[in-house]
């Protein structure tokens, strides 16, 4: 019943600004306890966590891209949106919403959206 939907462009070009959108549907991105979040994985590496909003609108991101980063919602639209800026060839890859379960025993990434490629080419 809990679906989360990529949306954006699939190719940006250096220097420009990516902005990708999740929708969320069966649950309210404010319900408590959760956060929502971006993960991506670029091509021959491994899973790289990007930061989330939580369920009271704070934020919270990986230093290694924190300079670069905003998440933000609009939560009459239950979608929340990444933006990263100044993005070069190193952020290629596939990006995926997830939801993250903030249980304070184990953390776990529990929905998924099905992912969507983003290349960075001129």
């Known amino acids: 019943q809990v679906t989360l939907q990529e949306s954006g462009p699939g190719l940006v070009k250096p220097s420009q600004t990516l902005s990708l959108t999740c929708t969320v549907s069966?649950?309210?991105?404010?319900?408590?306890?959760?956060?929502w979040g971006w993960i991506r994985q670029a091509p021959g590496k491994g899973l790289e966590w990007i930061g989330v909003i939580t369920y009271s609108d704070s934020t919270y991101y990986n230093p290694s891209l924190r300079s670069r980063i905003s998440i933000s919602r609009d939560t009459s639209k239950n979608q929340f949106t990444l933006q990263l800026n100044s993005v070069a060839p190193e952020d290629t890859a596939v990006y995926y919403c997830?939801?993250?379960?903030?249980?304070?025993?184990?953390?776990?990434?529990?929905?998924w959206g099905q992912g969507t490629q983003v290349t960075v080419s001129s």
């Open positions: 069966g649950v309210s991105i404010r319900t408590k306890p959760y956060f």
């Open positions: 997830v939801r993250d379960n903030n249980d304070g025993r184990y953390t776990a990434y529990d929905y």
